[in-house]
């Protein structure tokens, strides 16, 4: 079956970039997730990718798709306390549903 | 702007007893989904809806039922609740179908069973 793996933990200073990443197992995904995640609260959705793309910005967040690998990455620039959070990948496909990675865990030092 | 509405947001319960946990939504969404999120985990799909009338399991249903009598509402229920099932609940809704169409989430409902 599908699966999404990443990495649990991540540790930035404020100011730096931060870069989350995700691979998956099944190919014929169509549309790639991140979400976020903050302390007892429901998951956020931040952005998505069609797998047609490799590339999407949206202001400090870059989102890298690399198919081949299926690899996904998700850069947050200017990273700041408030970005502190669980930052989940997910993939969907038509016909299926959503498959959630266990969440990186993003800790912002001042 | 409501989104998806989930009550309880806490609840605790003896071994045994039973419990709903309603789901709610207001974006006329077809897909609705049950997920827990047991501790450093990522989330488990337990039941999910492509409609009313209509639902399925999904990765872990044992010990849960769900109905969907109504676009709007999606409720899951416990009948002997067990240790192994305190977890945080999230609904999610989502319009499948058409292009992108995310999930939305609410904001959980969280059960200890003791």
């Known amino acids: 079956g599908e699966d999404v793996e990443q990495s649990l933990f991540l540790s930035v200073r404020e100011g730096d970039s931060s870069v989350i990443n995700c691979t998956y197992t099944?190919?014929?995904?169509?549309?790639l997730y991140w979400y976020k995640q903050e302390p007892g609260a429901g998951l956020q959705l931040l952005t998505y990718i069609f797998s047609n793309m490799d590339m999407k910005q949206d202001q400090r967040l870059t989102v890298l798709l690399n198919k081949k690998d299926k690899h996904l990455s998700l850069r947050i620039a200017d990273t700041q306390t408030g970005d502190s959070a669980i930052y989940f990948c997910?993939?969907?496909?038509?016909?299926?549903?959503?498959?959630f990675g266990p969440g990186t865990r993003l800790s912002v030092l001042p | 702007n409501a989104g998806v509405t989930q009550t309880p947001k806490f609840r605790i319960l003896k071994i045994g007893q039973s419990m709903t946990l309603q789901c709610t939504q207001d974006m006329n969404h077809n897909y609705m989904y049950w997920y827990r999120q047991d501790p450093g985990m990522g989330l488990k799909l337990i039941y999910y809806?492509?409609?009313?009338?209509?639902?399925d399991k999904g990765e872990v249903p044992n010990g849960y039922n769900v109905s969907r009598s109504t676009t709007e509402d999606f409720p899951l229920r416990l009948e002997l609740a067990a240790p192994s099932q305190t977890s945080v609940y999230f609904c999610?809704?989502?319009?499948?179908?058409?292009?992108?169409?995310?999930?939305?989430f609410g904001d959980g409902t969280r059960l200890s069973i003791l």
């Open positions: 099944d190919s014929s995904s169509t549309y």
């Open positions: 999610a809704s989502s319009l499948l179908g058409t292009d992108n169409q995310p999930q939305h």
């Open positions: 809806s492509v409609g009313a009338g209509i639902t």
């Open positions: 997910a993939e969907w496909n038509y016909g299926q549903n959503f498959v």
